[in-house]
């Protein structure tokens, strides 16, 4: 599978199941709390819900923006957000840990869910990004192009290559013919910015929305032998999840025009 095509939204917001606070002792039961739109219930008893979502490290600040909206939008649902490598998130729902949601950095790591069948319908692609080259304010290691980073003066810093902005960086490293040798290879995008935010590295590849998002902690270098590698964001409710409906109006919320108006102020690109 090489990607996935968008598919339609649900018309409506669930209404929360009533079985949600069954669990509660028999006192509660007694006091016949109800659940209402969005999961509350009465003064006697909460019905909170919980929806954890897997996501890929590149997109905190913009899901953290989304989550925070479908909270507003949804009493008493807490969403909780897990980041790190795409890869990393796969792994970690291949061997049974709970999540609702996962949205990878690339289509390569949710095919390994399709091919689990771990997946709740079809993965949905909503983003694209490319690479960027990110150093230290006032280039001081004197980078200015891709070919620099092949330079053994550079200290380099990439992600390792099972995680998606490594794939891309091999896919450039390749198009542009040239041969990296990075000091370290992290296993998540941002990690490979905070190397180079705290002056651990000269130079890092990481995505155009980590560079916009560090603001004046970095600078920017374009790369147009990015084109040859940009990475495509899927997303997905899991098969799993204990509240389907919740999971699939999450995954709607970040493909309805406010949740990609969010993805796109980061510079994240259409899919």
Known sequence: MTGYTHRGRASARIVAAGSVGLLAAGALTACGASSGVGGTSDADGAADRTLTVYAAASLTSTFEQIAEDFEAAHDGVDVKLSFAGSSDLVAQIQQGAPADVLASADTANMDKIVADDL?????????????????????????????????????????????????????????????????????????????????????????????????????????????????????????????????????????????????????????
Not at 140 to 164: F, G, I, N, T
Not at 229 to 252: G, K, R, T
């Open 119 to 271: 997946q709740a319908g079809t993965p949905t692609d909503f983003a694209s990004n490319a690479l960027m080259i990110a150093v230290p304010p006032g280039h001081p290691a004197d980078v200015a192009s891709l070919a620099d980073l092949a330079d053994d003066d550079v200290r380099l810093v990439v992600c390792a290559p099972e995680v998606p902005c490594g794939a891309a960086t091999e896919r450039v490293e390749e198009a542009a013919g040239l041969t990296f040798a990075p000091v370290s290879e992290e296993q998540s995008v941002t990690d490979v910015l905070n190397k180079v935010i705290t002056g651990e590295a000269d130079a890092g590849l990481v995505y155009v929305t980590d560079v916009r998002g560090a603001g004046d902690k970095v600078e920017g270098i374009e790369l147009p032998e990015s084109d040859s590698a940009v990475n495509v964001y899927p997303i997905v409710a899991l098969e799993q999840s204990p509240e389907p409906e919740l999971a699939q109006e999450f995954v709607d919320a970040v493909l309805d025009q406010d949740g990609q108006r969010v993805l796109s102020d980061a510079g994240f690109a259409a899919p």
